[in-house]
C-alpha cells in the first residue's frame, strides 16, 4: 500500500496507517513510539464513558498523551446517548480533536452490559448515540464489525446510518463478534460498506504484514487501515507501510518501551505489565527461551532492561 493523508471532517492526518485502541495494550508508551513510527492516528484504549463521568480511578491515565495529544482520538464506549455525550463534552476530552466510539467490542463484559458490539443488536440505538455525540460540537468516529453471528453483514446498513448521524469516518473490523480475532476478514462486506457512503471507511483485521495491508486495501477499497496485533508482533510495520525511516532496533524499541511506562507507573507494576508484550515482541526469535522465563520471574525492570540489553 502507499500511504496517503486523509481528511476527516475538516481535520487533516498526515497518513490513512492508524492503531486501533487495545485494552490492556495501547496505553500512553504504545501509542508514543508507534506515532514516531510513523502512524497518521492512535486511539486510546477504549474508556467508559460512565466511569469518565463519574471520575472512575484510572480513567485519566487512559487518556493520557502527554505531547502527543494533536495525533490521538479517544475512544469511549456506552450505551446511553445521554453518558455519551456528557462524555464528549467533558473537561477530560476537551483537548482531543476526534472522539471515536465503540461499537465493535466483543468481549462478554462489554457484550452483556449492552456495549460495544452490543449495539448492533440495535442500529436505531446506535443512532441516537452517534448523533448525541455529534451534538456535542467534537468529531465523531466509530469503530464497528461486521455483524454478530457468522452470515452477518450489517456493514453498510451500519456505515450508512453512522454517515446520516453525522459521523465523520467508520472503522470497520471485518469479522462478526462470534469469531472475535480469528479467520480471515470479509473483504466484500468492508467493500460494500465504503460503497455505499461518502466519508471514510478504515479497514481493520487479520493485518500483520505488508501484503496483508495490500491486500485490504486492494479487496476492499477501504480509504486506510488499521493496525491491531500486528502492530505488536511487528513494532516496525508500520514504519514500512508508512515509509517513515526509523532507526530503532527491536531492543532499542523495547527498551525504550519499559521507560515510557516507568514514567506513569510504579516499576513492579510496569515489571509485572510488560510480561503480557514479551509474546508479541519474542515470537519466533530463536533460542531466547531462558531469557523470556527470567523476564517473566522478575519484578524489576532494571534487571529486565538488563537482561535484555545482553541476551537480544
Given at each position: 500500500m502507499k500511504a496517503s493523508k486523509l481528511s476527516i471532517n475538516d481535520l487533516s492526518i498526515k497518513n490513512n496507517v492508524f492503531i486501533a485502541p487495545i485494552a490492556g495494550y495501547t496505553d500512553y508508551a504504545i501509542r508514543k513510539l508507534q506515532l514516531e513510527c510513523g502512524a497518521g492516528l492512535v486511539f486510546t484504549e477504549l474508556v467508559s464513558a460512565k466511569g469518565l463521568i463519574y471520575k472512575s480511578a484510572g480513567t485519566n491515565e487512559l487518556l493520557y498523551s502527554g505531547s502527543d495529544i494533536d495525533n490521538t482520538v479517544a475512544q469511549i464506549f456506552g450505551s446511553e446517548a445521554y453518558y455519551m455525550r456528557s462524555a464528549c463534552e467533558s473537561e477530560e476530552l476537551a483537548p482531543f480533536k476526534i472522539i471515536d466510539i465503540n461499537m465493535g467490542c466483543p468481549v462478554p463484559k462489554v457484550y452483556k452490559n449492552g456495549e460495544g458490539s452490543a449495539l448492533l443488536n440495535n442500529l436505531k440505538k446506535a443512532e441516537l448515540i452517534i448523533k448525541a455525540c455529534v451534538k456535542s460540537g467534537k468529531t465523531i468516529t466509530v469503530k464497528t464489525r461486521i455483524g454478530l453471528k457468522r452470515g452477518d453483514d450489517f456493514a453498510s446498513e451500519f456505515a450508512k446510518m453512522a454517515e446520516d448521524a453525522g459521523a465523520s469516518m467508520v472503522t470497520i473490523h471485518?469479522?462478526?463478534?462470534?469469531d472475535y480475532y480469528s479467520g480471515e476478514p470479509n473483504f466484500d462486506a468492508i467493500y460494500k460498506a465504503k460503497k455505499s457512503v461518502n466519508i471514510p471507511i478504515i479497514a481493520n483485521g487479520g493485518i500483520f504484514t505488508k501484503e496483508d495491508a495490500d491486500k485490504m486495501l486492494d479487496r476492499t477499497g477501504a480509504d486506510g487501515v488499521m493496525l491491531a496485533r500486528g502492530a505488536l508482533s511487528d513494532p516496525f510495520l508500520v514504519s514500512q507501510l508508512t515509509e517513515t525511516k526509523c532507526d530503532k532496533t527491536l531492543k532499542d524499541?523495547?527498551?525504550?518501551?519499559?521507560?515510557?511506562?516507568?514514567?506513569?507507573?510504579?516499576?513492579k507494576k510496569v515489571a509485572i505489565e510488560f510480561r503480557k508484550f514479551v509474546p508479541y515482541y519474542f515470537k519466533g526469535v530463536a533460542g531466547i527461551k531462558d531469557l523470556k522465563l527470567k523476564i517473566y520471574q522478575s519484578e524489576n525492570t532494571d534487571e529486565i532492561i538488563e537482561l535484555i540489553d545482553k541476551n537480544l
Open positions: 471485518g469479522r462478526v463478534r462470534e524499541y523495547i527498551i525504550e518501551h519499559i521507560c515510557l511506562m516507568r514514567e506513569r507507573k510504579p516499576d
